[in-house]
Nanobody, 120 residues
Framework: QVQFVESGGGLVQAGGSRRLSCAAS????????MGWYRQAPGKQRELVASIASGGGTNYEDAVKGRFTISRDNAKYTVYLQMNSLKPEDTAVYYC??????????????WGQGTQVTVSS
């Protein structure tokens, strides 16, 4: 059974930091590209940061220089370190795992989401 346990969300003041964690089970974690998405009220879900199975990273422009994504393959866990938080970072943050298979199909899993609220 595939399961993701997200933690680290909560209320933080602007300028503060928060570290999100997503612990996966039921998948071959090392073979998945991992990502953090967020969805603010009334907005579409957007990619915040991703880290490939090989370790390459990608960030949304709005978080470059403030957020850092990392993974611990031994612990089957992906992290999102968020610094210099702004009120506009307020959203539900979701963990995502994707593995592209031969032939172009893919396996795609989502965590349940964790709320991050940044007060001004």
């Amino acid at each position: 059974q595939v399961q993701f346990v997200e933690s680290g969300g909560g209320l933080v003041q602007a300028g503060g930091s928060r570290r999100l964690s997503c612990a996966a089970s039921g998948i071959f974690f090392n073979m998945y590209d991992m990502g953090w998405y967020r969805q603010a009220p009334g907005k579409q879900r957007e990619l915040v940061a991703s880290i490939a199975s090989g370790g390459g990273t990608n960030y949304e422009d709005a978080v470059k220089g403030r957020f850092t994504i990392s993974r611990d393959n031994a612990k089957y866990t992906v992290y999102l370190q968020m610094n210099s938080l702004k009120p506009e970072d307020t959203a539900v943050y979701y963990c995502n795992a994707v593995r592209t298979l031969r032939g172009g199909s893919s396996l795609d899993y989502w965590g349940q989401g964790t709320q991050v609220t940044v007060s001004s």
